[in-house]
């Protein structure tokens, strides 16, 4: 069954834990609709799990739009939420309302999700809301913004920071956004956030007491290059495993084990005897 934002809000209300995961492609997204989860983000994060970017800051909104596509094809019953990423919204209203209504429009997003809680980022948030796209905010760390938090790191430690993450999802409630993702902060903190908000908070290194978790894919599925975050948990460890098979691979065609019999395809004795009389073979 479709999984749709009233549907979301029953399970919100009920207490049942809301489950996300990223995807950016055709087969992520058939293993995530697969496995049953409620939302799929196509995060900006996709810079660098499946672009090879350093940050998630370089990704472009042509880029989004085509790895939001791709996951749009292989799902059905998932609510999928688009990132939208760095650049694509920040300098009008107008501009965010362009970029939103692309990602709905041309790659079937039913949401799209922006970073921060300022001024600028309640007011682009507001500005499509009230163009009728749904808008999932975003505060805490905010991977958009890691050079001006010092790194990507833990936010809210301190009473005033964590004071300011409360000001920003308070704000971004008032402007419409359907739910919330806390990252990076401390659970103490999130469960005071949790208790201020109506909507659904959905965390990723908040601590058990939002309402939903995310993870980024490739960190679920162990597809990464050096240890993630203090939250990640990894359930599967995909990238060795990978490299196994490659190498396997390259040493079966080296060693000419590969392709074998039962990989090759035949033809009829007397096709292939005209076919070498018509090239002139005895
Ligand atoms: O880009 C992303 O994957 C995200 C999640 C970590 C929430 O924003």
Known sequence: MQVTLPALHEKYERGEPLVMVTAYDFPGARAAEAAGVDLVLVGDSGAEMVLGYPSTVGVSTEEMLMLTAAVRRGLHDPFLIADLPFGSYEASDEQAVL????????????????????ATSVARARAIVQAGILVMGHVGL?????????????????????????QEALALQEAGCFAIVLEAIPAAVTEELVRLLTIPTIGIGAGPATAGQVLVLHDLLGIREGTGARFVRSYANLGPEMITALAAYADDVRERRYPAAEHCYTIDPSELAEFRTALGRP
């Open 142 to 166: 905010t991977p958009q913004s890691a050079t001006a938090l010092g790194g990507n790191r833990a936010q809210g430690r301190s009473g005033a920071a964590a004071t300011r993450i409360a």
């Open 99 to 118: 970029t939103a209504a692309r990602f709905v429009r041309e790659a079937g997003a039913q949401a799209v999700k922006l970073e921060r809680g300022n």
